[in-house]
């Protein structure tokens, strides 16, 4: 009823003859009951809060799009100036000026009035009039003083200003100790925000104390609730025998589960036989979680507010408890288990000639790695292949299906981004000891493209089926980033065919193709992803730009994906005939706003996980300042370029610190030239560089050219560890380093601290 009533105001304040009106004068033209007023203010209210209505400072209600206003999310960035994502998904982002954020903080809800429409070149520029919302009220950071004012400053990048704590409202905590502090009031346009510090995590270098300082900053709950513990309690872990009745039985069916060695959440099986017309008759399986994890129970409940999994090099923090995650919901080997299967018959142009949904019980023959899959079958090892001699054949069949599956796929356009992964090997203590660069081999590609197919099958089946859904959606790329995207690609050239209000996917897949194996493939793949949407979660279907996919969905994941876990509810309710007009109106209800979580949550564990890994790279690269290490120039800006080593590290190479000459940035040429020598730096090219500094606190990462290192002493006096095994003392007090091919370099002369200065870009340099 209040949201049939909402829906009514929203309406009759967005028509032509409407004009703003004050609460009373709603009350009147909407002839509202005296006994309803309460709950049409309360209506008025949410309406506000959701940006779908203004209210002005006259208190009149109109509509935001016809007073010139937007209203979304603010998007900061770390330098102060941020972006307005509206909620209406039709509007571009919109630039707000750092002067023009008036107290809001990142994540907010705001309303912005336009001051600049958008041209050919450039955003709509806006200005912060509204905050509806606030996203922030406890905030992570360090605390520190400055004689007797305490302030904290955050961990989060984009939330800016230091948050001032009174030394009585700062539990007595020391400085360089990770905190939380809550707000008690908000940042205005000249004014910073003031908190109370209401947890004291721990000093900055304190065991543990880095993961627990992300996990708070996004909010990302780590211990289930006791009501969810109490509940699972109530869960069998081991199967009975009604768990049987009513399901496919599939144990006699030669199945392998095939993960990473570290994994312990097994979602799916797959199998594979050869039909006797010589098709591939492939079973996906899938964990059925829906079978324990019952609808609006706290269980449930639990798993929907945390979204999905999430997974940090020597933590996960599951979306469900162990005793699921890992146990009875967990495909492991030689054990009965409850599960989802899509059977699927595929020819051999790899279309999907027919399919099965079922509900089973299978038994997974062997758990397989990734590592043993591959050594099987591109390196031939011998005891893997005597020690898994029966299934060698099903391995070899799905090395064929997964390439006739990719190769369809590419003919139809899907776009291959071909990044390599980080691991990040820690010890038992949290420290990290190896960067490493992980390739993903033909056993990753075989899972990647079965589930993918399984994913597209059951999506086109239940978008036939005409029930309410989840879909993940991907949508066509913002003209505007695709002709910026052709500008900056015309510097390598290259172009993306086709006009840039109907690009197709295969226009993108075309370039990276041509650039695949170039110096420049990374950088250019890196900037193509950024010009893309953001795949997420939505009741409505539309197709996948980056699969080139009509149809697709998440199913494959229901342990570490409530997308995934709603989807099998709905799919179960619909095979059993149990789907009704009623349950269609509950799930057209609660699908929306179940899909906006879901990617609000995705989104949110994908920024923590990055953040935690930059943090590591920084800790990592710590112990090597002093260090020469080889790298490709990955970008190029006004104020620097950066370089990436083959350990995916990424660090910083500052203007001033290049003393060889005066460097101009070429915006149009995306490079560096020499003012003298005419030297140029462009993306792609191989430089050998020295790291000079480390933040995990700021996740900075600075390096200097080679050349220049050999010019300074910085670098082998007292900022270097004395105990790091790659420096060594001299007769003359002078420290050396090595490089990594093991060449003894040494610095030429000394130089002062002003010139320090410039190394790590605290000066200033003048032209002359």
């Given at each position: 009823m209040l949201k049939e009533r909402k829906e009514r105001i929203k309406r009759y304040i967005n028509e032509k003859t409407y004009h703003p009106l004050s609460f009373k004068e709603l009350v009147v033209s909407l002839d509202v009951p005296k006994e309803d007023r309460e709950l049409f203010k309360q209506c008025l209210d949410e309406l506000e809060e959701e940006g779908a209505i203004f209210k002005s400072k006259k208190n009149r209600y109109g509509a935001p799009d016809r007073m010139g206003l937007v209203a979304g999310k603010f998007q900061s960035h770390e330098r102060g100036f941020g972006f307005l994502i509206p909620n209406d998904k039709e509007q571009n982002d919109i630039f707000i000026q750092s002067d023009s954020v008036n107290g809001a903080m990142h994540g907010d809800s705001v309303i912005a009035r336009i001051t600049k429409s958008s041209s050919q070149s450039r955003k709509s520029e806006g200005e912060i009039v509204k905050i509806l919302s606030r996203a922030n009220e406890k905030i992570v950071g360090v605390f520190e003083k400055s004689h007797s004012i305490g302030y904290v400053i955050p961990d989060h990048k984009k939330i800016k200003g230091h948050i001032i704590v009174p030394v009585d409202k700062s539990m007595d905590a020391k400085e360089n100790q990770k905190v939380i502090v809550k707000i008690i009031r908000y940042p205005e346009a000249e004014r910073n925000a003031e908190g109370e510090i209401i947890e004291?995590?721990?000093?900055?270098?304190?065991?543990?104390?880095?993961?627990?300082?992300?996990?708070?900053?996004?909010?990302?709950?780590?211990?289930?609730?006791?009501?969810?513990t109490e509940y699972v309690k109530s869960i069998p872990l081991e199967l009975k025998p009604d768990d049987y009745k009513g399901r496919r039985d599939l144990r006699n069916l030669t199945m392998v589960t095939i993960d990473g060695e570290d994994a312990r959440d097994l979602d799916d099986a797959v199998s594979l036989e050869m039909t006797d017309d010589g098709n591939y008759r492939l079973g996906v399986h899938i964990a059925d979680v829906s079978n324990y994890v019952q609808e609006n129970s706290y269980l449930d409940k639990e798993a929907l507010r945390r979204g999905n999994s999430v997974y940090f090099p020597d933590k996960v923090i599951p979306m469900l408890p162990p005793e699921l995650s890992n146990g009875i919901c967990s495909l492991n080997a030689n054990v009965d288990r409850l599960a989802f299967s899509v059977i699927m018959d595929i020819d051999n142009f790899g279309r999907v000639i027919n399919h099965e949904i079922i509900e089973s019980v299978i038994n997974v023959n062997e758990r397989m790695t990734y590592t043993d899959v591959y050594k099987i079958l591109e390196e031939q090892d011998k005891d893997l292949i005597e020690k898994y001699n029966s299934l060698v054949p099903m391995f070899e069949n799905m090395r064929d299906l997964a390439d006739i599956l990719r190769k369809k796929r590419s003919l139809r356009g899907a776009i291959d981004f071909d990044f390599d992964e980080t691991r990040v090997v820690v010890d038992e203590n949290g420290k990290v000891v190896a960067l490493e660069r992980y390739e993903l081999t033909i056993a990753n590609k075989?899972?990647?493209?079965?589930?993918?197919?399984?994913?597209?099958?059951?999506?086109?089946?239940?978008?036939?089926?005409?029930?309410?859904f989840v879909y993940r959606i991907h949508e066509d790329p913002d003209p505007e980033k695709i002709q910026s995207l052709n500008d900056f690609l015309f510097n390598f050239g290259q172009r993306i065919k086709g006009g840039n209000n109907a690009v197709h996917p295969r226009a993108l897949q075309t370039v990276l193709d041509k650039v695949k194996g170039t110096p420049q493939e990374r950088v250019i793949s890196t900037m193509m992803l950024r010009s893309l949407q953001k795949a997420r979660y939505s009741d409505e279907h539309i197709w996948h730009f980056g699969l080139a996919a009509s149809y697709y969905s998440h199913f494959t994941a229901p342990i570490r994906r409530y997308s995934?876990?709603?989807?099998?509810?709905?799919?179960?309710?619909?095979?059993?005939?149990?789907?009704?007009?009623?349950?269609?109106?509950?799930?057209?209800?609660?699908?929306?706003?179940?899909?906006k979580q879901c990617s609000e949550r995705e989104k949110n564990a994908e920024e923590a996980e990055r953040d935690y890994e930059d943090l590591k790279k920084a800790e990592y690269m710590k112990e090597h300042i002093g260090e020469a290490f080889t790298g490709v120039v990955s970008s190029i800006t006004s104020f620097g370029m950066f370089v990436e080593l083959e350990n995916t590290v990424e660090g910083l190479i500052r203007l001033s610190s290049m003393s060889d000459d005066y460097y101009n940035y070429n915006e149009k040429l995306y490079c560096l030239i020499g003012e003298r020598t005419g030297k140029v730096y462009r993306i792609g090219d191989r430089v050998e560089v020295v790291v000079t500094n480390a933040s995990p606190e700021t996740r900075q990462i600075d390096f200097v050219l080679l050349d220049d290192?050999?010019?300074?002493?910085?670098?082998?006096?007292?900022?270097?560890?004395?105990?790091?095994?790659?420096?060594?003392?001299?007769?003359?007090?002078?420290?050396?380093?090595?490089?990594?091919?093991?060449?003894?370099?040494?610095?030429?002369?000394?130089?002062?601290?002003?010139?320090?200065?410039?190394v790590n870009g605290k000066g200033k340099r003048k032209k002359k």
């Amino acid at each position: 009823m209040l949201k049939e009533r909402k829906e009514r105001i929203k309406r009759y304040i967005n028509e032509k003859t409407y004009h703003p009106l004050s609460f009373k004068e709603l009350v009147v033209s909407l002839d509202v009951p005296k006994e309803d007023r309460e709950l049409f203010k309360q209506c008025l209210d949410e309406l506000e809060e959701e940006g779908a209505i203004f209210k002005s400072k006259k208190n009149r209600y109109g509509a935001p799009d016809r007073m010139g206003l937007v209203a979304g999310k603010f998007q900061s960035h770390e330098r102060g100036f941020g972006f307005l994502i509206p909620n209406d998904k039709e509007q571009n982002d919109i630039f707000i000026q750092s002067d023009s954020v008036n107290g809001a903080m990142h994540g907010d809800s705001v309303i912005a009035r336009i001051t600049k429409s958008s041209s050919q070149s450039r955003k709509s520029e806006g200005e912060i009039v509204k905050i509806l919302s606030r996203a922030n009220e406890k905030i992570v950071g360090v605390f520190e003083k400055s004689h007797s004012i305490g302030y904290v400053i955050p961990d989060h990048k984009k939330i800016k200003g230091h948050i001032i704590v009174p030394v009585d409202k700062s539990m007595d905590a020391k400085e360089n100790q990770k905190v939380i502090v809550k707000i008690i009031r908000y940042p205005e346009a000249e004014r910073n925000a003031e908190g109370e510090i209401i947890e004291i995590l721990g000093d900055i270098d304190q065991k543990g104390v880095d993961l627990l300082s992300i996990l708070r900053t996004y909010n990302i709950p780590i211990e289930f609730p006791d009501d969810v513990t109490e509940y699972v309690k109530s869960i069998p872990l081991e199967l009975k025998p009604d768990d049987y009745k009513g399901r496919r039985d599939l144990r006699n069916l030669t199945m392998v589960t095939i993960d990473g060695e570290d994994a312990r959440d097994l979602d799916d099986a797959v199998s594979l036989e050869m039909t006797d017309d010589g098709n591939y008759r492939l079973g996906v399986h899938i964990a059925d979680v829906s079978n324990y994890v019952q609808e609006n129970s706290y269980l449930d409940k639990e798993a929907l507010r945390r979204g999905n999994s999430v997974y940090f090099p020597d933590k996960v923090i599951p979306m469900l408890p162990p005793e699921l995650s890992n146990g009875i919901c967990s495909l492991n080997a030689n054990v009965d288990r409850l599960a989802f299967s899509v059977i699927m018959d595929i020819d051999n142009f790899g279309r999907v000639i027919n399919h099965e949904i079922i509900e089973s019980v299978i038994n997974v023959n062997e758990r397989m790695t990734y590592t043993d899959v591959y050594k099987i079958l591109e390196e031939q090892d011998k005891d893997l292949i005597e020690k898994y001699n029966s299934l060698v054949p099903m391995f070899e069949n799905m090395r064929d299906l997964a390439d006739i599956l990719r190769k369809k796929r590419s003919l139809r356009g899907a776009i291959d981004f071909d990044f390599d992964e980080t691991r990040v090997v820690v010890d038992e203590n949290g420290k990290v000891v190896a960067l490493e660069r992980y390739e993903l081999t033909i056993a990753n590609k075989i899972i990647e493209e079965f589930m993918l197919l399984c994913n597209e099958t059951v999506s086109e089946h239940f978008y036939w089926a005409n029930i309410p859904f989840v879909y993940r959606i991907h949508e066509d790329p913002d003209p505007e980033k695709i002709q910026s995207l052709n500008d900056f690609l015309f510097n390598f050239g290259q172009r993306i065919k086709g006009g840039n209000n109907a690009v197709h996917p295969r226009a993108l897949q075309t370039v990276l193709d041509k650039v695949k194996g170039t110096p420049q493939e990374r950088v250019i793949s890196t900037m193509m992803l950024r010009s893309l949407q953001k795949a997420r979660y939505s009741d409505e279907h539309i197709w996948h730009f980056g699969l080139a996919a009509s149809y697709y969905s998440h199913f494959t994941a229901p342990i570490r994906r409530y997308s995934d876990l709603i989807i099998h509810r709905v799919m179960k309710e619909y095979i059993n005939g149990k789907f009704n007009d009623k349950r269609s109106e509950y799930y057209l209800d609660v699908l929306p706003e179940i899909a906006k979580q879901c990617s609000e949550r995705e989104k949110n564990a994908e920024e923590a996980e990055r953040d935690y890994e930059d943090l590591k790279k920084a800790e990592y690269m710590k112990e090597h300042i002093g260090e020469a290490f080889t790298g490709v120039v990955s970008s190029i800006t006004s104020f620097g370029m950066f370089v990436e080593l083959e350990n995916t590290v990424e660090g910083l190479i500052r203007l001033s610190s290049m003393s060889d000459d005066y460097y101009n940035y070429n915006e149009k040429l995306y490079c560096l030239i020499g003012e003298r020598t005419g030297k140029v730096y462009r993306i792609g090219d191989r430089v050998e560089v020295v790291v000079t500094n480390a933040s995990p606190e700021t996740r900075q990462i600075d390096f200097v050219l080679l050349d220049d290192a050999e010019d300074m002493d910085y670098y082998f006096g007292e900022n270097v560890d004395s105990n790091n095994k790659n420096t060594q003392k001299r007769g003359n007090g002078q420290k050396e380093y090595h490089n990594k091919k093991g060449k003894v370099k040494r610095p030429k002369k000394s130089i002062d601290k002003h010139v320090l200065a410039h190394v790590n870009g605290k000066g200033k340099r003048k032209k002359k």
